[in-house]
């Protein structure tokens, strides 16, 4: 069994800050790499921000320069640190990991709100 929990979310004004935390548990062999996803009503669930087991990471395009993705000390966390906050940022964003049991399978928390006021 693997488990992810998100936290951090809340209420902020625009040009605010979160910082948005995901642990994962279980039986792991490895993480290969963990992202944040992010869906808002009415709208597919795209990509955030994702980072690898060697550190690299890869941003989109609506995100770049005002959110850093990155992992803790004890690799199985991971984090988001989200400035400059814009109403668009409005969402449930979810943390998903591609963890080795040893077979490598994506799992995923069950979100966190997010929600920015204009």
């Known amino acids: 069994q693997v488990q992810v929990v998100e936290s951090g979310g809340g209420l902020v004004q625009a040009g605010g800050s979160l910082r948005l935390s995901c642990v994962v548990s279980g039986s792991i062999f490895s993480i290969n790499a963990m992202g944040w996803h992010r869906q808002a009503p009415g709208k597919q669930r795209e990509l955030v921000a994702h980072?690898?087991?060697?550190?690299?990471?890869n941003y989109a395009d609506s995100v770049k320069g005002r959110f850093t993705i990155s992992r803790g000390n004890v690799k199985n966390t991971v984090y988001l640190q989200m400035n400059s906050l814009k109403p668009e940022d409005t969402a449930v964003y979810f943390c998903n990991a591609v963890v080795r049991t040893p077979r490598e399978n994506s799992y995923w928390g069950q979100g966190t709100q997010v929600t920015v006021s204009s």
């Open positions: 980072i690898t087991s060697g550190g690299s990471t």
